[in-house]
C-alpha cells in the first residue's frame, strides 16, 4: 500500500485545516488508518486511530474534541479534520496503514505497516 498524505498548510491558531490520505494499491478495506505527528525536535505521535469499517475511532488526549478522523473506503482516502488548532498542533503530520483482521486499533507506530510521506501544518499564534 502507498500512502500520500496532503493538505497541510500555515492557519492561526483556532483555525482549521482537512489533512487527506490517499492510498493505492492492497486493498484499502483491510487497514485500520492512523495519523501520527513529529514536531520539532520531538518524537513521532500518536494522533487519531480508525477502524477498517470506520465505526471505531481512538484520539490522543491533546486531539481530543478537536479532530476528527474518518475515511472513504470507495475512495481509498482517510481524513483528519482539525479545528480549533493551536500553536502546539504545529507539526509535520503522517497518515498510517495498520493491516489488521479484527476491528483493532493501535496507537503504536511499530504496529503499522506503511507511512506516507508527512504533510506540514504549521499553527501561528
Known amino acids: 500500500v502507498q500512502l500520500q498524505a496532503f493538505g497541510g498548510g500555515l492557519v492561526q491558531a483556532g483555525g482549521s485545516l482537512r489533512l487527506s490520505c490517499a492510498a493505492s494499491?492492497?486493498?484499502?478495506?483491510?487497514?485500520?488508518m492512523g495519523w501520527f505527528r513529529q514536531a520539532p525536535g520531538k518524537e513521532r505521535e500518536f494522533v487519531a486511530a480508525l477502524s477498517r469499517s470506520g465505526g471505531w475511532t481512538e484520539y490522543s488526549d491533546s486531539v481530543k474534541g478537536r479532530f476528527t478522523i474518518s475515511r472513504d473506503n470507495a475512495k481509498k482516502r482517510v481524513y483528519l479534520q482539525m479545528n480549533d488548532l493551536k500553536p502546539e498542533d504545529t507539526a509535520v503530520y503522517y497518515c498510517a496503514a495498520d493491516r489488521v483482521i479484527m476491528t483493532v486499533l493501535h496507537t503504536e507506530e511499530d504496529e503499522y505497516d506503511y507511512w506516507g510521506q508527512g504533510t506540514q501544518v504549521t499553527v501561528s499564534s
Open positions: 494499491g492492497g486493498t484499502f478495506g483491510y487497514y485500520a
